[in-house]
């Protein structure tokens, strides 16, 4: 089984910054994926950013630019730097850890409200 605990939401003002983490634990294959997905009221959930265990990235066209995903494998965590934040990127955030047997592990989520 595997857990994924995240941190950093918060309420921001429009171009602020916010620094999300996630950490996993337990039975974790060393071949995955690790990203970050959103999701905002009236809409799908939808891929943010995504960091593969052996290099790599991929985003959404909508932050590329101004978000940055990173993640350390020893520690089993991934970082999602948002800056230049707008109001379009309000959503609850949700971390994700997929293995190369397409299993998939979600985070509880975690809430990023950009507003003036």
């Known amino acids: 089984q595997v857990q994924l605990v995240e941190s950093g939401g918060g309420l921001v003002q429009p171009g602020g910054s916010l620094r999300l983490s996630c950490e996993a634990s337990?039975?974790?294959?060393?071949?995955?994926?690790m990203g970050w997905y959103r999701q905002a009221p009236g809409n799908e959930r939808a891929l943010v950013a995504a960091?593969?265990?052996?290099?790599?990235?991929t985003y959404a066209d909508s932050v590329k630019g101004r978000f940055t995903i990173s993640r350390e494998n020893a520690k089993n965590t991934v970082y999602l730097q948002m800056n230049n934040l707008e109001p379009e990127d309000t959503a609850v955030y949700y971390c994700?850890?997929?293995?190369?047997?397409?299993?998939?592990?979600w985070g509880q989520g975690t809430q990023v409200t950009v507003s003036s």
């Open positions: 960091a593969f265990s052996r290099g790599g990235t």
């Open positions: 994700n850890l997929r293995d190369f047997k397409m299993r998939e592990w």
């Open positions: 337990g039975s974790i294959d060393t071949m995955n994926a």
